[in-house]
């Protein structure tokens, strides 16, 4: 039958698990993404970053890895906590003097359980 | 709170009117983009502005969409002439500078602001 609309991707972990959310990316230009959280009713809210001279960043219980190669970025998550639930965009960047027309990827759902 | 303010948060339009919606920049700011997102997609890039000068509009509809960053007062994205299609939420994002390979220059979004048209 036609598809009436589009269903994110849902990951599932229960509270104190480490998270890994994907994103393939297909512009071999890009040298700039951010990773955003989105909760329902709100604006996306940057998480990390990293450019495209580093494979790997850490932040405060996230991590993003970079694997140019492939053209693949993940999100890790440690210790997953309830109030991570949300939807989780990668976007990118390319021309990196020329603003952020920034090109998001469908976003994935993290569902936190107790 | 010096984020990215958008007004209104909520905006209802009947098919054919006309929708105005508001962005102040982060303080020191003087980039400014509006993207729009569909329920359950991605943002899509819509339009980049500095003061007083559109940058990049590769993004926009070429009709009845219009944006403005005018010398002093908000950003402003108008729609015209609304159809049901236009129903979204539309974000406004600001950046200190356009260069992505400056340590510690990101951009940041405001909270949106939700239209829908009936």
């Known amino acids: 039958g036609e598809s009436v609309g589009l269903h994110l991707p849902t990951l599932s972990v229960q509270e104190g698990d480490n998270s890994i959310i994907n994103c393939a990316y297909s512009n071999s230009a890009s040298d700039y993404f951010i990773w955003y959280k989105q909760e329902s009713g709100k604006g996306p809210q940057f998480i990390i970053d990293i450019r495209s001279n580093m494979d790997k960043r850490q932040g405060q219980r996230v991590t993003v890895l970079l694997n140019k190669t492939v053209k693949h970025l993940s999100l890790q998550i440690a210790a997953t906590q309830p109030g991570d639930s949300a939807v989780y965009f990668c976007?990118?960047?390319?021309?990196?003097?020329?603003?952020?027309?920034?090109?998001f990827g469908k976003g994935t759902s993290l569902l936190v359980t107790p | 709170n010096a984020g990215v303010m958008q007004n209104p948060r909520h905006l209802v339009r009947r098919r054919g009117q006309e929708a105005r919606l508001r962005c102040s920049p982060m303080k020191g700011h003087s980039h400014v983009y509006w993207y729009r997102q569909l329920p359950e997609e991605g943002l899509k890039f819509m339009v980049y502005?500095?003061?007083?000068?559109?940058?990049?509009e590769s993004g926009m509809p070429k009709e009845r969409f219009s944006a403005e960053f005018p010398k002093e007062g908000p950003s402003i994205l108008r729609i015209q002439q609304v159809v049901r299609g236009d129903s979204a939420a539309y974000f406004c994002?600001?950046?200190?500078?356009?260069?992505?390979?400056?340590?510690?220059?990101?951009?940041?979004f405001g909270e949106g602001s939700w239209l829908t048209v009936v």
């Open positions: 502005l500095q003061k007083e000068n559109i940058i990049d």
């Open positions: 976007a990118e960047n390319t021309e990196s003097n020329s603003g952020y027309a920034l090109n």
């Open positions: 994002a600001s950046s200190l500078t356009s260069d992505s390979s400056v340590i510690g220059n990101t951009i940041y």
